[in-house]
């Protein structure tokens, strides 16, 4: 299984940002993704899920109505679209297969560092 997130970057406070991540290693089209974060100091914290069709998707609280996630199976791509960003969103964000609780093989990441 490889997971290579992109798209991060420096923000300003309201601004967007769209976050990437190619996987590869399994059968993608086949499971749920799911996208997390990692605040400095803080444990991972659940941000989207977007089942296996790209139908259903769920948000936490703290991103809804900001964050669109979508998936293009073709392409074995997960998408995370961040809008009207705050400074906490600022954290290292990741994707994996769905349970993401049970996931170990986890890619690098990509930081997203929001300024106000």
């Known amino acids: 299984v490889q997971l290579v997130e992109s798209g991060g970057g420096l923000v300003q406070l309201g601004g967007s940002l769209r976050l990437s991540c190619a996987a590869s290693g399994f059968t993608f089209s086949s499971y749920s993704m799911t996208w997390v974060r990692q605040a400095p100091g803080k444990t991972l914290e659940w941000v989207s899920d977007i089942n296996s069709g790209g139908d259903k998707t769920s948000y936490a609280y703290s991103v809804y109505g900001r964050f669109i996630i979508s998936r293009d199976n073709a392409e074995n791509t997960v998408y995370l679209q961040m809008n009207d960003l705050e400074p906490d969103d600022t954290a290292v964000y990741y994707c994996?297969?769905?349970?993401?609780?049970?996931?170990?093989?986890w890619g690098r990441g990509t930081q997203v560092t929001v300024s106000s």
């Open positions: 994996a297969p769905s349970p993401w609780s049970s996931f170990d093989s």
